[in-house]
């Protein structure tokens, strides 16, 4: 497949960024795995949502990922080798959903459905809909298919359901700092995976809303729902689709704040793994007690009217029980790391 690169579109190339990047050891460990360098980079925002802030230094060691979001063809594989049974096509049990109505507890998944004029935007029902039957296969509802859409990103798939198929294929889910040092590019501080501007020179760099969400859909980027992988440019560690398409999965439990940045070199964080699972439950659900994972990314559905997500430093907190039509997930392979002083000598 032919893909776009930062080059051919005049994009701005990674700048000066705090850290000495580090060769890639040896060959990757995987098909279309790109070498992330470790080094040292300001995470989060203190320009955005409240809970990007504040923005503070983090250090990552060096790590392989893949190019792409899991797709729809090696999703497949995974399933038809395994037998996995994503969470989508489980009855859910009555004890785990306090108050649901019978009728209601059935296999589905949530549909983002466009509605035909302007909602209240404070009301996420007016676009989202819980649809029986609908799961990674049928990611639309039960009418809907995959075929022709075997390189798309796999969506309608849980925490649990993004774990069990990097187990399978031997690799892991990045953390949240992971996550964010590799969309950034070597881009320190920008406010975009690809620089300061959200289209440079009138060029969209990602899937995203252009018009009115929810219900007017311009359409300016090329697409209106989930995209082809690789249809916009790399970024600067030669990614494809890590902001826009669809929100990734990370490892972290959410919290709605970052950490303070430590005021000493010394202190900065060294491949941090955010928070803890009983303060990640919402608060404005205290009978639900389901804890939420970070996603990063942004999706095809952020617009500049709503969700304005489409930037590496933004987080969203999601029950580790929920698919949605617009998230899916990548993995990683992490280099195993000196365990002395001694071996960090040369």
């Known amino acids: 497949m032919p ?6 579109l005049h994009v701005r190339q990674p700048g000066p960024v705090e850290y000495a990047p580090e060769s890639p050891p040896g060959d990757p460990p995987f098909p279309d795995m790109a070498w992330i360098p470790g080094g040292t980079f300001w995470m989060g925002s203190n320009d955005h949502y409240p809970e990007e802030a504040p923005a503070h230094r983090v250090t990552v060691s060096g790590f392989w990922m893949d190019k792409y979001p899991v797709l729809n063809e090696g999703f497949c594989q995974f399933v038809h080798h395994t037998g996995h049974v994503t969470f989508a096509e489980l009855t859910p049990r009555a004890e785990d959903y306090p108050g649901a109505l019978p ?6 998944s949530l549909v983002f459905k466009k509605p035909l004029g302007p909602v209240d935007l404070r009301n996420v029902c007016n676009w989202w809909h819980f649809v029986f039957d609908a799961d990674w296969r ?27 198929y990097a187990r399978w294929a031997g690799k892991e ?13 070597g881009l320190d501080r920008a406010e975009f995976a690809w620089g300061d501007e959200l289209t440079p020179g009138g060029q969209h ?9 929810p219900w007017e859909n311009l359409q300016e980027d090329g697409f209106e729902g989930v995209s082809p992988a690789g249809s916009f440019p790399p970024t600067g560690f030669g990614l494809f689709d890590m902001i826009g398409n669809v929100w990734e999965w990370t490892t972290d439990w959410y919290h709605p704040s970052h950490p303070e940045d430590k005021p000493k070199a010394c202190c900065i964080p060294i ?22 994972k970070v996603l990063k990314g942004g999706s095809h559905l952020c617009a500049p009217n709503y969700c304005r997500r489409y930037r590496p430093a933004a987080r969203f907190p999601q029950p580790v029980d929920t698919s949605t039509s617009n998230v899916g997930f990548r993995c990683i392979v992490r280099v195993p790391q000196p365990s002395t002083i001694s071996e960090m000598i040369p």
């Open 271 to 292: 491949n941090p793994r955010g928070g803890v699972a009983a303060a990640s439950f919402d608060p404005c659900q205290p009978d639900v007690r389901i804890p939420r």
């Open 205 to 213: 760099m990602a899937n995203t809303w252009q018009g009115l969400f």
């Open 3 to 8: 893909q776009a690169t930062a080059a051919d």
């Open 173 to 185: 889910l990045p953390t949240e700092a992971e996550w964010e040092f590799a969309a950034r590019g």
């Open 103 to 108: 009728e209601m507890l059935r296999p589905g």
């Open 138 to 164: 049928h990611p639309r509802g039960p009418k809907s298919h995959l075929k022709g859409r075997e390189r798309f990103p796999v969506v309608q798939v849980t925490f649990d359901d993004a774990e069990a």
